[in-house]
């Protein structure tokens, strides 16, 4: 079974700084997707991120990229130029399309607090 | 658009009491699924549909029920409320097997006293 692995249970920034959020995961297979989520305390999960695991380049939104290393199973967040709106639980999480279901693995979260 | 919406927001019950959370989402996905969130263990897998008429477990099964008559809704059953239950509950839905991601509803706060 996948699992998903964050070992930063919180973190803080300097708001117009970059932070990163690590995220290692473990499986076998090699065609596989990876997501970034942001739970802010609203509650509401919204996707910040996404990767396709055949695809070499790191995705990026905006402000927010992904250093996607394959061979080392790792996919962390990078967030440029943090704001005050960024501070929230952020979730990694797995999929893998051969499995019955495409069923979403999450890791246990990070909360990042963004500090004026 | 209204996307993934789940009713009620909050919820307190009692230990034994059965009710229903329920789910709509009018984007015509195909791929449904609930999630508990519990502190430090992120989002675990109840129950998922992979189309109307079709539904298999997830991680943590035991305790709820579902069912999918229609491509619109998912209601997730609790069938005698335990306190080990209080937890935030999340549905979600996606198209294309979910290679784009899940669209979450605004989840359902329980609590079971």
């Known amino acids: 079974a996948q699992t998903v692995t964050q070992s930063q249970p919180e973190m803080s920034v300097q708001e117009a700084e970059t932070v990163t959020l690590s995220c290692t995961y473990d499986?076998?297979?090699?065609?596989?997707?990876l997501f970034w989520y942001k739970q802010p305390p609203s509650r509401q999960m919204i996707l910040v991120i996404r990767q396709e695991a055949y695809k070499q380049q790191n995705a990026t939104e905006n402000r927010f990229s992904v250093n996607f290393q394959k061979a080392a199973k790792s996919f962390s967040l990078k967030i440029s130029d943090s704001q005050l709106g960024d501070t929230a639980m952020y979730f990694c999480a797995f999929m893998s399309p051969r499995e019955y279901g495409n069923k979403l693995v999450f890791g246990a979260g990070t909360i990042l607090r963004v500090k004026s | 658009n209204a996307g993934v919406t789940q009713t009620p927001k909050f919820q307190v019950l009692k230990t034994g009491q059965s009710m229903t959370l329920q789910c709509a989402q009018d984007m015509n996905h195909e791929y449904m699924s609930w999630y508990r969130q519990d502190p430090g263990m992120g989002l675990r897998l109840i129950h998922y549909s992979v189309g109307a008429g079709i539904t298999d477990q997830g991680e943590v099964p035991n305790g709820y029920n579902v069912s999918r008559s229609t491509t619109e809704d998912f209601p997730l059953r609790l069938l005698s409320a335990a306190p080990s239950q209080t937890s935030v509950y999340f549905c979600?839905?996606?198209?294309?097997?979910?290679?784009?991601?899940?669209?979450f509803g605004s989840g359902t706060r329980l609590t079971v006293v």
């Open positions: 979600a839905s996606s198209r294309l097997r979910g290679v784009y991601g899940y669209t």
């Open positions: 499986t076998s297979e090699s065609n596989y997707y």
